[in-house]
């Protein structure tokens, strides 16, 4: 199986489901709850990942705040 998605098809739950670990399987430097570690996470979904890796990013540490556009209004 090589999605989630697949084993939901093939055998009606995801249960047995388990994520392969290839040599594409990559950590992500993108903070928590951001818009790129969401992305990250649904590309991981789609290649049949694990959701985590050990070495993703595990504080906010050298990250600085910005204002976006509608912010900046108000």
């Not at 649904?42 to 993703?56: C, I, K, T």
Request: contains cysteine.
């Amino acid at each position: 199986m090589r999605t989630v998605f697949d084993a939901i098809l093939e055998c009606g739950h995801d249960e047995d489901f388990v994520p392969q670990i290839t040599p594409d399987f990559k950590p992500t430097d993108a903070p928590a709850g951001s818009l790129a570690k969401l992305k990250v996470l649904a590309e991981r979904v789609r290649m049949g990942f694990p959701l985590w890796h050990e070495d993703d990013r595990s504080d906010y540490s050298g990250l600085t705040g910005y204002r976006t556009s509608d912010e900046e209004k108000n």
